[in-house]
């Protein structure tokens, strides 16, 4: 069977009527045993804020961080990350997407068990390359468990509790670094994978995945336990199952390259608006910026980030991927835009003394030029993560879920976690260079012009896919 024909169209999860309401939720219980995954590579995103400045103080024996190996413990795990997501996109479609995410636990656990009994520097990377392969897996497969078990009125909901869970294994980390020590840190980034490992071992794999196996009968006992009933939910016609295989001469309809062009664009993009860069180096940028107390300030950006990622999840399904996406960029724009003019202000003001204290009344504040311009300085990166939250943090995740068909699902997921991770090394290993180069306020411009980039991208490439089956999208792209 080839992308352009019509019995691809045939929905597999779709209520039988717009007034059909599930009988049992245990749906949403498998979705949150799936996105443990999500807050699982949070928290390994975050770890490197808190423990980088404890790692920087220790003393011998314990490893000691120079300046270099700093940049490196905060960037390697974005290279585990990428390999993870090329070994995500084969267990994919061979091993399933549960197995695939118990599978992702062994080198979480494992990972963070080599950072707590870390004797010197390699093996603090070392452990740090095992979680980013752990992300990488997650990051994939993940979203893709979660689509393919989520019927259309849910999926946008459900799919972004993913970014949602990552942000907040972000200030759990945070939260938890203000009172544990390094070590102590690795270990409670062990409980999160754990209780993934035990949930999922009690959910069923997606329907699509056993349809694509020839497992009909399992498949109707998955949406029973899933929604309460199998009645009313449509399957893929006899032949659809069989469309696993990628080949190159796929590209050539459009069906495939046009998600394929689309899914990796929306993933460079994500990375481009310096966004991880940021949230590694959440401390120090605040630290550049003069600020007395930046574990908190970290903490604060941390809050709202969680806050207007629940807020997109809530009205995804409702506002629609396309004006969210928009939105969120527009609001990337003028935020870089105002925090690279903070440091275009301040950067030639030796006698400048732009300290505040966050908790402080703002009477006991200096009222000068400089307390304004570090308040804007707050301003513009709380403005910066409520942006990227409510649309460029959830939704490309959400897209590469479901614009795929099935066929060349496991490859091209692959290929754009790939993409992601990439950009997230290069940008994060970078970034501090880029700000040497450029200076502060010439790399937040650039990420500003990036942001510009990605909102002409949304307005003119990305379709609308709310409340849309799968196939429906599948068709869309096909020009059916």
């Known amino acids: 069977m080839t992308p352009d024909d019509p019995e691809e169209t045939q929905p597999l999860l779709r209520p039988p009527d717009h007034s059909s309401v599930p009988r049992s939720r245990r749906g949403f219980l498998a979705a949150f045993a799936a996105a443990l995954g999500p807050l699982s590579f949070g928290f390994a995103l975050g770890y490197s804020s808190p423990a980088i400045p404890s790692l920087r103080r220790a003393v011998t024996p314990a490893p000691r961080l120079d300046d270099?190996?700093?940049?490196?413990?905060?960037?390697?795990?974005?290279?585990?990350?990428?390999?993870?997501?090329?070994?995500?996109?084969?267990?994919?479609?061979?091993?399933?997407?549960?197995?695939?995410?118990?599978?992702?636990?062994?080198?979480?656990?494992?990972?963070?068990?080599?950072?707590?009994?870390?004797?010197?520097?390699?093996?603090?990377?070392?452990?740090?390359?095992?979680?980013?392969?752990?992300?990488?897996?997650?990051?994939?497969?993940?979203?893709?468990?979660?689509?393919?078990?989520?019927?259309?009125?849910?999926?946008?909901?459900?799919?972004?509790?993913?970014?949602?869970?990552?942000?907040?294994?972000?200030?759990?980390?945070?939260?938890?670094?203000?009172?544990?020590?390094?070590?102590?840190?690795?270990?409670?980034?062990?409980?999160p994978p754990f209780l993934m490992l035990l949930l999922m071992c009690c959910m069923p794999e997606t329907p699509r995945f056993l349809l694509t196996q020839h497992k009909r009968q399992e498949a109707m006992a998955a949406l029973q336990f899933l929604w309460g009933s199998e009645q009313g939910w449509e399957e893929p016609p006899v032949g659809a199952e069989h469309q696993q295989g990628f080949q190159l001469a796929l590209l050539r309809h459009p069906g495939i390259y046009k998600p394929f062009l689309i899914g990796v664009s929306l993933m460079a993009f994500q990375q481009l608006s310096g966004v991880n860069a940021v949230m590694f180096y959440a401390e120090t940028i605040f630290e550049e910026a003069k600020f007395k107390d930046s574990s908190l300030a970290s903490i604060i950006v941390g809050v709202i980030q969680v806050l207007f990622t629940a807020v997109a999840a809530l009205i995804m399904d409702r506002a629609g991927r396309r004006l969210l996406l928009t939105l969120s960029g527009v609001i990337m724009v003028f935020s870089?835009?105002?925090?690279?003019?903070?440091?275009?202000?301040?950067?030639?003001?030796?006698?400048?003394?732009?300290?505040?204290?966050?908790?402080?009344?703002?009477?006991?504040?200096?009222?000068?030029?400089?307390?304004?311009?570090?308040?804007?300085?707050?301003?513009?990166?709380?403005?910066?993560?409520?942006?990227?939250?409510?649309?460029?943090?959830?939704?490309?995740?959400?897209?590469?879920?479901?614009?795929?068909?099935?066929?060349?699902?496991?490859?091209?997921?692959?290929?754009?976690?790939?993409?992601?991770?990439?950009?997230?090394?290069?940008?994060?290993?970078?970034?501090?260079?880029?700000?040497?180069?450029?200076?502060?306020?010439?790399?937040?411009?650039?990420?500003?012009?990036?942001?510009?980039?990605?909102?002409?991208?949304?307005?003119?490439c990305v379709p609308e896919t709310k409340g849309k089956t799968l196939e429906q999208i599948t068709a869309h792209f096909e020009g059916r």
Request: proline share 4%; hydrophobic share 55%.
């Open 336 to 460: 870089a835009s105002a925090f690279g003019t903070y440091f275009k202000l301040t950067q030639n003001r030796p006698g400048n003394s732009s300290h505040v204290d966050l908790l402080a009344p703002v009477s006991a504040q200096p009222v000068d030029a400089s307390v304004g311009l570090a308040w804007l300085a707050v301003g513009s990166m709380c403005l910066f993560i409520a942006g990227f939250a409510v649309g460029w943090g959830p939704i490309p995740w959400l897209l590469m879920s479901e614009i795929f068909p099935l066929q060349v699902k496991g490859v091209a997921t692959g290929v754009c976690v790939l993409t992601n991770w990439l950009m997230a090394f290069l940008v994060t290993k970078e970034f501090s260079s880029l700000m040497e180069v450029l200076r502060p306020y010439g790399a937040f411009w650039l990420a500003s012009a990036f942001c510009i980039f990605s909102v002409l991208f949304t307005l003119f």
């Open 68 to 191: 270099e190996a700093a940049s490196w413990f905060g960037a390697v795990v974005t290279l585990g990350a990428a390999a993870g997501g090329v070994l995500g996109g084969w267990l994919l479609d061979r091993a399933g997407r549960k197995l695939s995410l118990l599978l992702c636990t062994v080198p979480f656990v494992l990972g963070f068990a080599v950072i707590t009994g870390a004797q010197n520097v390699l093996m603090l990377l070392g452990g740090r390359l095992l979680t980013g392969l752990a992300c990488g897996v997650a990051s994939l497969v993940a979203p893709v468990y979660i689509s393919e078990i989520a019927y259309p009125a849910v999926r946008g909901l459900l799919g972004s509790c993913v970014q949602l869970m990552v942000v907040i294994g972000i200030l759990l980390a945070y939260l938890a670094g203000w009172v544990l020590e390094w070590r102590w840190l690795a270990v409670l980034g062990c409980v």
